[in-house]
C-alpha cells in the first residue's frame, strides 16, 4: 500500500489546532512508555494526539 504525503496547508492547519503544536511520531510515544516515567501506567488507554480531544 503506497502512503499520500498529507496536503501541507491542511497538515499546518491541524497542527495550529494541536494544544502542543506539533506532530509526533510513533517513536516518541514507545520511547515515553518504555521509559520509568510510565512505570505507573497499567491497562490505560492513551490518547496520542497532542491535545486534539483535549
Known sequence: ???VPPD???LTG???SLAIQRVS???EVIAFLASPAASYITGAVLDSNGGYTA
Do not use: I, W
Request: hydrophobic share 40%.
Open 1 to 3: 500500500m503506497q502512503r
Open 8 to 10: 501541507p496547508e491542511m
Open 14 to 16: 491541524l497542527v495550529s
Open 25 to 27: 511520531g510513533p517513536a
